[in-house]
């Protein structure tokens, strides 16, 4: 296992080599089901996103076969980012200045405190108003 050489462009974040899988066996990160020329498992194309609190804040596993979808991963990264600085819960398809979710723990008061651009609520067929909405 090897870190980019120095005379590479320096990114900043880690990239790690894993020439004899090591690292692929211990994370899981072998697909099963797709083998190279020797008949050994291929890496999965793994994505790990780890938050300055150095805990796992997503993972997504993808086939060998299968590439990245850098679209997702940079939206996930967006809603990542913004729910651990605001109150809030993202959509599907959410993208970065989409409006998001009040979380349903906030009161209406707590809620109009700290979202001056206004919430909406969703109607629903229950009646309840869970579904709240606010630029954030």
Request: aromatic share 6%; proline share 8%; hydrophobic share 40%.
């Amino acid at each position: 296992m090897a870190v980019s050489s120095s005379t590479e462009k320096t990114l900043p974040f880690p990239i790690i080599a894993d020439h004899n899988r090591a690292l692929s066996i211990e994370l899981g990160m072998l697909d099963p089901d797709e083998r190279d020329s020797d008949g050994l498992p291929l890496t999965a194309r793994c994505v790990f996103v780890i938050g300055p609190d150095k805990k796992m804040k997503l993972s997504i596993l993808y086939p060998a076969t299968t590439g990245r979808n850098f679209d997702e991963l940079l939206r996930a990264i967006d809603s990542l980012q913004l729910t651990a600085q605001k109150k809030v819960a993202t959509p599907v398809d959410w993208k970065l200045g989409d409006k998001a979710m009040v979380i349903p723990s906030l009161s209406d008061a707590e809620a109009a405190a700290l979202f001056p651009n206004g919430v909406t609520t969703k109607e629903v067929p229950s009646g309840k108003n869970y579904l709240r909405y606010t630029q954030p």
